[in-house]
């Protein structure tokens, strides 16, 4: 059985001091152990929590990463800078930075690679937006990102250290989220998707989570979709909502 993930992407929110207040008043009530669960802080606070979540439940993750190695690359953090400071988990190819900042499939591609050598488990976030679906485009468009994203990576690393992340663009801070239907069967079309690439075994074992506008009211009927392993979680993670969410069952 896949165990669950959830993950907080606090993405451009709390200074360090915030953020070591706000995962202390959390930490507590974050006992589990059944289920994976990550918090990925701005970069500035990756050095205090990674000290402060030391030997706890909750895993540190990155929501970015270069895919060159070191040099001239101002602004830019390399893998080894991540995996110094004990990160386990990084998200690439968010909806944000792919709109954003035009970031490739072949780019994210590169991101997953780079962090998988390092033994760092990349969250490969792919979606859609709403023009793409409702012009019937949605099942090329995560197709061609599934595919292009998981390039020349192993069947053993997808089987044991990728997660995938379904995100359409249109419910993503929006407070629309897809419905329980939409979300499971996009996360099955995923999966099914990497069961021809690779094989049953390594698409049966492939974590997938769901994202866009998670909160407490929805998290129970989620995450209990035969297909959706955890959620990527964006506002709500800033709150206590996310212990909530957290604590679904």
Known sequence: MRKKIITGNWKMNYTVNEAEAFITSILESINTTEIDVVI???FTALDRLSNLLDNKNVKLGAQNVSYETKGAYTGETSVDMLYALDVEYCIVGHSERRQILNETNEIVNLKAKKLLAKGINPIICVGETLTERNENKLYDVISNQVKNGL??????????????AYEPIWAIGTGVTATTEQAEDMCKYIRNIVCEIYSESVANNLRIQYGGSVNPKNANEILNMENIDGALVGGASLTNDFVAIVNYQ
């Open 151 to 164: 390039k020349d990576i192993s069947s053993e690393d997808v089987k044991t250290k990728v997660v995938m």
């Open 40 to 42: 990925c802080p701005n």
